[in-house]
């Protein structure tokens, strides 16, 4: 096969996953460049648990599309490798690799994701200080292994607080953008630590709850009145320890305007997503533009959604910005299908 029918993966999440087999479905070959050791982006890598909205094992659903692009001869795959160097240009690039191996290909699509928000960088909600606060990825490790504990001392929790939107809607952290899916993942997470803990009652501390389009029902108001879990709507202050070691979410309810102080035993950072903390050196990479979030800019909003500011590179999933796992898997079908049928355009023309 020629360059031309070649198209390059960088990055194998669910979308980069998508674009792939895309391609190849269409007769074409598809390249992986992936810099993980494993296939499958944040859902394996963070050990996500069950997803939503489908209810499935992370591990069985995006372990699903893993196969289907390593059982198909037309993709191969590169792990532990990132792209350091691109010559040429649309229709006839040529890839350096970290391992020091070489990709010709007539396209580029960028599959590089985000990096979840480090709640180190919100010390005031307890993170890195008390052993019983989390992050949701923990949280869901935790539901994985089918125990609700405190690390502390390995005791079952009689009160678990989830914080939404922490390193999300932050502007004194410069994180203005919503994370999108937080809202619904947290929501479904308290309903999961119930089943596993039914002696445990949940809090969700929120500012607004966004469990978009058909997630309305099927989580917010299914985790408040099948599973009981209470929603906070406040502005939290800090997280600290009282004497008799259990944590105190302090805070302003901001429906009644009163200062509220709830002693828990777990506390759960819903955490957001932020741009690949790689992005700048993608963008010198692949000669890209960001947007000014620092998430990867596209070509044009309706006619090339999921063009990049360079011609013959295209990008799609979060690596465009915060997005669920649905998008991310339309935006790489998307994805490889444009960059086949212009690729096929221009061969056409050299014909
Ligand atoms: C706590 C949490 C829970 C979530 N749960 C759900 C859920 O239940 N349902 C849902 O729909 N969404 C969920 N999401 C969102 C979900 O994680 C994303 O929609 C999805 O991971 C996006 O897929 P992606 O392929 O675009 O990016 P990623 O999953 O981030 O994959 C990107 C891949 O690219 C690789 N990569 C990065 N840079 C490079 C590079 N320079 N070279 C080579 N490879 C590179 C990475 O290693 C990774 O494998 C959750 C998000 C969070 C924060
Ligand atoms: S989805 Fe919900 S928790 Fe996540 S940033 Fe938006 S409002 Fe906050």
């Known amino acids: ?46 050990g996500y648990a069950k997803l939503v909205p489908s209810g499935e094992w992370a591990k069985d659903a995006i372990g699903r599309m893993v196969s ?36 010709e290909a007539g396209a580029i699509i960028l599959g590089t994701g985000f990096t979840h928000f ?57 994180r203005e953008w919503c994370s ?25 501390y929120y500012m607004d709850i966004r469990t978009f389009g058909l997630y309305e029902d099927k989580f ?30 302090k805070g302003e309810d901001t429906l009644v305007k ?6 828990m035993d777990l506390v759960v950072h819903a955490i957001g997503m932020d741009p690949n903390t790689l992005n700048p050196e993608i963008a010198k990479t692949f000669g890209i533009g960001l947007e000014k979030h620092g998430f990867i800019d596209r070509a044009e909003q309706y006619t090339n959604s999921q063009g990049t500011t360079r011609k013959g590179i295209y990008v799609c999933g979060a690596a465009t910005g915060p997005e669920d796992i649905d998008t991310s898997i339309a935006q790489g079908q998307s994805a490889g299908a444009r960059a086949v049928a212009d690729l096929y355009g221009q061969q056409k023309i050299a014909s």
């Open 220 to 249: 917010y108001w299914k985790s408040q009145e099948e599973y009981k879990t209470k929603f906070v709507k406040a502005r939290i202050a800090e997280v600290t320890m009282s004497p008799d070691g259990r944590l105190l979410v």
């Open 258 to 263: 009163r200062p509220i102080v709830i002693p």
């Open 1 to 46: 096969m020629s360059a031309q029918d070649t198209v390059l993966v960088v990055g194998a999440g669910p979308a980069g996953l998508s674009a792939a087999a895309t391609i190849a479905s269409m007769g074409k070959k598809a390249v992986i460049v992936e810099r993980e050791d494993i296939l499958g982006g944040a859902p394996i890598i963070s």
């Open 118 to 174: 480090d709640s180190i960088n919100k010390p005031e909600w307890g993170f890195g200080t008390y052993e019983d606060v989390l992050t949701t990825t923990q949280m869901e490790q935790m539901v994985t292994a089918g125990q609700i504990r405190c690390p502390s001392d390995g005791r079952v929790p009689e009160r678990v607080a989830i914080l939404l939107c922490v390193g999300s809607r932050d502007r004194q952290i410069g």
């Open 68 to 103: 289907r692009v390593e059982g198909d001869g037309n993709v191969s795959i590169h792990k532990s490798a990132k792209v350091t160097q691109v010559a040429g240009e649309a229709g006839n690039f040529t890839a350096t690799l970290s391992n020091g191996d070489k990709v």
């Open 180 to 204: 999108k899916i937080c809202c619904t993942v947290s929501t479904n997470l308290a309903m999961e630590i119930k089943e596993i803990s039914p002696s445990t009652d949940v809090f969700i």
